[in-house]
């Protein structure tokens, strides 16, 4: 059953100059499923990314409850809330679960897999089965990585970078170590699938006139995410494999005893690893870009910039993996250092062009734009401690302590507010519901203090020596108090979590329609309806800018070109 | 085609700059490795779109002054919906747990993959309409 889809010309001098029609194939034969069946074999993108928005979600809530845990742990001195091995496991299954299985696969299987083939005004993904593939193998991933709290000693307790010789079957044995391993071959096989769709379908099937240059910066940015992925978790799963080979074929690839490498492990994971934060990162760079676009009512200022510097930042990520190793001793420091001080630029080119955009609109505050401005402060604290660690002497001195986990939790904290600025702003397209805007405003600013409460201080935390990873500590009024706002922080994350729920909830039973078009946006999907229809687009406008929604909803405002003037004659003429 | 040409061929060009720079600076071996395959993947598919950029007419999506009929005509077949993706899936996780429980698990999982990759490679021709016509 394949279904032929043809664009027709529907004449008429309005904008509107083309009809998407699907063509059954085989008509005869043709009947959809429904129900269960429905969901197991659909290969619509738009199905797919809800259903791996949903599980990643699902995923998302589990390692918060992780979270919880450990807070509650690290609350009192001396606590025996939980063991010291039950410790290991939860801050292990926290990180494993948060960044494999839910805040990359929310990106780039969920946010990007609905809203991408519609930016650029595709009926599909470039590869359906594939795609759909794709989630049933980051489904299994899931499902083989939670399996690990249901066999005989826990799930695996070696942190979430399983570094070697720590994960060999030496140190530790057992099935749950095991299950990570398979768990992160079948996501990571998953990201790979998902990778070479993105590619392909922003490479072959965007509509006319959308050329690269008009482009979303969403899109941009998850076309450089996809490149990413194709460069970066083949490593990684490459490197997993030779672990189980290490830990069950007598291999000693990571083990000094049979002449193997330990450090080669860091060398490979961080090979993965650092990319990996930019592929976390830059999905939400795109959403940000957007909304902060959308509710400035301008274009995005200094598109092409934006462009570069999505690019670059994709270049350097793949020269700084051993600034994560400089105090193993055995790392090129000068080279490292400079590539990571590099990221900065672009960086803050970024920031530049955000401050850019809202410069002189008119700035709605809605739930999407509050929760992309967070996400502009808590990256931004992120992002300067990064510039200071990418600096040898001072990693030397915070390495390992709570200044990284402080570090890293304001990069990560700031991407979860990034996507809730995503499920705000395109939750009413993929639904056609609206979600709840007061709720939504006190979801924000319980999340985002509640971020900056429990991070601001883990950076003092690690100033004061307090190293990462550790399941108890002395009594010590300044470690207590500390780590005791900590907590208060991630509980006030975890009732604003809960108030997400509510609010999905609540907006199911409200049902406030959305209309197609609800926030007046720029770019090309909120031309079609909410939800879309099967194949995306009964019509497509004129694509003529980068934001070929609002030109068309804006007739009379100066249109907005890239790179050429309007000189069809010309053009025309330079064609032939 | 040329701007996704340039962008694959830039990047090969920078990792594999990065790659020469750090293994003569480091000589550390994985990493130059790492970079060096790094830069060939971006090379292959980008000097692919180049070669065909030269050879083929500037597509619809790729003119700044294409309009919509322009794009006329057949965009691309897709498949409905499959039962193939799940069923191979399925026997992915089969062979993943086959890896933690034993291979007595690879025996479901062998099966499965086989019949998924027979099922779509079928389904595929038959949807294929150039041989209906």
Redesign the interface.
């Known amino acids: 059953m394949t279904e032929l889809i043809e664009r027709q010309t529907a004449g008429g001098d309005g904008a509107i100059v083309v009809e998407v029609h699907e063509a059954p194939h085989d008509a005869h034969e043709h009947h959809e499923p429904t129900g269960i069946l429905k969901w197991l074999t659909s290969t619509d993108h738009k199905v797919i990314g809800l259903s791996y928005t949903v599980t990643s979600l699902v995923m998302f809530l589990i390692a918060g409850a992780l979270a919880e845990l450990i807070r509650i742990q690290l609350a009192t001195p001396n606590s025996s809330f939980v063991s010291l091995g039950e410790f290991n496991q939860l801050f292990t299954m926290h990180g494993s679960l948060m960044i494999y299985l839910f805040i990359g696969p929310f990106a780039f299987g969920g946010l990007a897999n609905i809203i991408v083939p519609l930016q650029v005004g595709a009926p599909d993904m470039a590869f359906p089965r594939l795609n759909a593939l794709s989630y049933w193998l980051y489904l299994s991933g899931s499902i083989t990585m939670l399996l690990g709290f249901f066999v005989a000693g826990g799930p695996a307790d070696f942190g979430w970078v399983g570094y070697a010789p720590l994960s060999t079957s030496i140190y530790s044995p057992g099935a749950g170590p095991d299950l990570w391993i398979a768990a992160l071959l079948l996501s990571g096989f998953s990201a790979i699938f998902t990778g070479v769709n993105l590619c392909a379908t922003i490479f072959y099937l965007r509509a006319p006139g959308m050329t690269m240059f008009r482009m979303p910066i969403f899109t941009w940015n998850m076309l450089v995410v996809g490149i990413l992925i194709l460069l970066a978790f083949p490593v990684l799963t490459a490197g997993l494999i030779m672990l189980y080979c290490d830990r069950h074929f007598g291999t000693h690839i990571y083990s000094l005893k049979g002449g193997g490498v330990p450090v080669l492990w860091q060398h490979i994971f961080w090979f993965w690893g650092h990319p990996e934060v930019y592929i976390l990162a830059l999905p939400f760079f795109g959403v940000v870009t957007d909304v902060i676009a959308t509710f400035s009512h301008k274009p995005v200022f200094g598109y092409k910039g934006m462009v570069f510097a999505t690019i670059t930042i994709a270049a350097l990520s793949m020269g700084v993996w051993a600034h994560h190793m400089f105090t193993t001793g055995v790392v090129l420091l000068p080279f490292f250092s400079i590539m990571s001080l590099l990221i900065a630029v672009p960086t803050g080119i970024k920031f530049f062009n955000w401050i850019g955009t809202m410069w002189g609109g008119r700035v709605r505050w809605s739930t999407a734009m509050l929760f992309a401005v967070g996400f502009l402060i808590t990256f931004l604290f992120g992002g300067l401690t990064g510039i200071y660690l990418a600096s040898p002497p001072l990693d030397f001195f915070t390495h390992d302590t709570y200044f990284v986990v402080a570090h890293f939790h304001s990069v990560v904290l700031a991407l979860g507010m990034g996507a809730m600025a995503g499920l705000y702003y395109w939750g009413p397209k993929i639904t056609g519901y609206m979600l709840d805007e007061r709720i939504g405003k006190l979801h924000f600013w319980l999340f985002f203090i509640g971020a900056n409460v429990m991070v601001l201080p883990q950076y003092w935390l690690g100033l004061l020596g307090m190293p990462r990873r550790v399941g108890v500590y002395p009594h010590n009024p300044e470690w207590t108090d500390l780590n005791q706002w900590a907590t208060v922080g991630s509980v006030m994350m975890g009732v604003a979590t809960l108030l997400f729920l509510v609010n999905i909830v609540y907006s199911w039973f409200k049902r406030v329609p959305a209309g197609d078009n609800p926030w007046d946006a720029q770019t090309l999907e909120w031309f079609t309806t909410s939800p879309p229809p099967h194949h995306n687009y009964y019509a497509l406008p004129p694509i003529r800018s980068e934001r070929p929604t609002w030109d068309y909803n804006h007739p009379g405002a100066p249109a907005l070109v890239h790179g050429h003037r309007e000189e069809p004659e010309a053009s025309e003429l330079a064609r032939v | 085609m040329r701007?996704?040409a340039k962008?694959?061929i830039?990047?090969g060009l920078?990792?594999a700059l990065?790659g020469v720079?750090?293994w003569i600076?480091?000589g550390?071996n994985?990493?130059s490795v790492?970079?060096v395959a790094?830069g060939l993947?971006g090379f292959l598919p980008g000097s692919y779109?180049l070669w065909w950029s030269n050879r083929m007419r500037?597509r619809?999506?790729?003119?700044?002054?294409?309009?919509?009929?322009?794009?006329?005509?057949?965009?691309?077949?897709?498949?409905?919906?499959?039962?193939?993706?799940?069923t191979?899936?399925?026997g992915?996780?089969c062979a993943?747990?086959a890896?933690?429980?034993g291979t007595w698990f690879a025996l479901p999982a062998i099966g499965l993959v086989i019949w998924a990759l027979l099922g779509?490679v079928v389904?595929s021709r038959?949807?294929?309409?150039g041989s209906?016509h």
């Open positions: 701007a996704e962008l694959l830039g990047l920078f990792f990065c720079v750090y600076w480091s550390e994985a990493g790492m970079l790094s993947l779109y500037v619809a999506s790729d003119r700044d002054d294409a309009s919509i009929p322009d794009g006329a005509g057949v965009v691309e077949t897709f498949p409905g919906s499959s039962i193939w993706p799940f191979l899936g399925m992915a996780f993943g747990l890896l933690v429980f779509a389904e038959r949807g294929d309409p209906a």
